[in-house]
């Protein structure tokens, strides 16, 4: 952090307002980074991704088979 020479209290003031504005957003954005990290995690979604994959890997091995 810098170190600031402050000439009046509302120079404090303003600059308290702004670093507890900045907190709140960087707190937001962590809840936030938690409640996708807690979807990203759920069972359902690995189910999805596996038939996804398995879906693209079984359409590469039909086409193998097809062009061979």
Request: proline fraction near 1%; charged fraction near 30%; glycine fraction near 2%.
């Amino acid at each position: 952090m810098r170190n600031q020479n402050y000439s009046s209290f509302k120079e404090i003031e303003y600059d308290l307002k702004r670093l507890n504005l900045e907190r709140q957003i960087a707190v937001e954005q962590l809840k936030s980074f938690k409640v996708q990290v807690q979807e990203d995690l759920q069972p359902l979604n690995w189910v999805q991704s596996g038939f996804k994959l398995a879906g693209k890997l079984s359409t590469v091995v039909l086409l193998k088979k097809l062009f061979k």
